[in-house]
């Protein structure tokens, strides 16, 4: 057999490996501990589509942190995720309660309404969560013919808004959606991030909060692809193998997304990445406090920093460091850390923002 050592390529490097932005945490690359899993899984045969070891060993890892009934499926993304998620949870004719903000309705490109066949009632939320008294507003009509039947309630942690919700306020949310006959979806695309803040395991605001069927992201913390669904309470999921497959997130060598997700939660690789990253957004958000002409929006809980500044300095300044604007005609501007953003990426981000507002 083949030196691996040995292995060259025709690819070439076409960017700068030490370039960073605060962008989208999505642009960090792959975790090396995870490449090195990726490596660990590669090499002779294993059965496919999931009939695989490192797929059958994932059940043990989740369980461990979600509990002794929780099944996992992994998929290749995060829209794939939600969608095969809530397409699981509800009817033809169901609808889910999300916030306006959540990425189910605002960066998903309708993906769950064209894809799932479901409709979405989205609700204003501050600082984007939701609360029992919010869900109120389109929970209702459960017997209407004329209206989507409200089927599920689908949170986001940490929200779309870098905000954290409690145990206790899960748990309130679970307790209403349940006591009218709904399921509650979490949207955890950046769930690492929230158990990081709270200092809790992940079954304290999941499992042991009520939440029914978790999508669980990984992307977003050093993996390279995939994410997974795990249902949480038995029965309230239905089809998932078969609904996986229609949505086009069944990958043949499952192997490689399963042995990230090991890599991820088998230790502590997914708790140090969230913590970091949360760090480094503490600091961007302390850093900007006292410059004047700029205004961080919302509490500052998890990766992201939502800030308020002059559009022309923004401009500029996204042309020395990449982010997006959240919402240009305000000035508002998101930006993110990641696992790899380092305090030195900070600082020269803050030196280079003092610099523009200065000019």
Not at 77 to 84: C, K, P, S, Y
Not at 125 to 145: H, M, N, S, V
Request: hydrophobic content about 45%; aromatic content about 8%; overall charge negative.
């Amino acid at each position: 057999m083949a030196d691996p050592h040995a292995v060259t390529t025709e690819a070439h490097r076409r960017h700068d490996p030490e370039a960073r932005g605060f962008a989208s945490d999505n642009y960090a690359g792959a975790h090396p501990e995870i490449l090195a899993a990726l490596a660990l899984a590669n090499g002779g045969h294993q059965s496919s589509y999931g009939a695989d070891d490192y797929t059958a060993h994932l059940q043990d890892i989740f369980r461990a942190h979600f509990g002794p009934t929780a099944e996992t499926y992994p998929v290749f993304n995060g829209t794939g995720a939600n969608v095969v998620a809530l397409q699981a949870l509800t009817d033809r004719w169901g609808a889910v309660v999300a916030a306006t903000s959540s990425h189910i309705h605002t960066d998903e490109g309708g993906a769950p309404e064209r894809v799932g066949g479901l409709k979405l009632l989205p609700v204003p939320a501050p600082e984007g969560k939701l609360t029992p008294e919010l869900i109120a507003r389109e929970a209702w009509g459960f017997d209407d013919e004329h209206r989507a039947t409200p089927q599920v309630v689908s949170i986001t942690q940490s929200t779309e808004l870098g905000t954290v919700y409690t145990p206790e306020e899960i748990r309130a949310i679970s307790d209403f959606a349940h006591e009218r006959g709904m399921t509650v979806h979490l949207d955890g695309s950046r769930i690492a991030n929230a158990a990081a803040t709270l200092g809790l395991p992940l079954r304290a605001f999941t499992a042991d909060a009520g939440v029914d069927v978790l999508s669980f992201g990984g992307t977003k913390n050093g993996m390279l692809f995939g994410e997974a669904v795990v249902v949480l309470t038995p029965g309230a999921a239905r089809a998932m193998l078969n609904i996986r497959k229609l949505s086009m997130q069944l990958a043949s060598k499952m192997r490689f997304v399963s042995v990230q997700l090991e890599a991820l939660l088998a230790g502590d690789l997914w708790l140090r990445g969230a913590a970091h990253a949360n760090a480094m957004a503490r600091r961007l958000a302390e850093g900007v406090r006292d410059v004047p002409g700029v205004e961080v929006l919302h509490p500052v809980q998890a990766n992201a920093v939502f800030a308020r500044l002059p559009h022309d300095a923004a401009e500029r300044l996204r042309k020395r460091h990449r982010f997006y604007f959240w919402d240009e005609a305000a000035g508002d501007v998101r930006w993110m850390c990641a696992f790899d953003t380092t305090e030195e990426d900070v600082d020269a981000f803050l030196a280079a923002l003092r610099e523009e507002l200065a000019r």
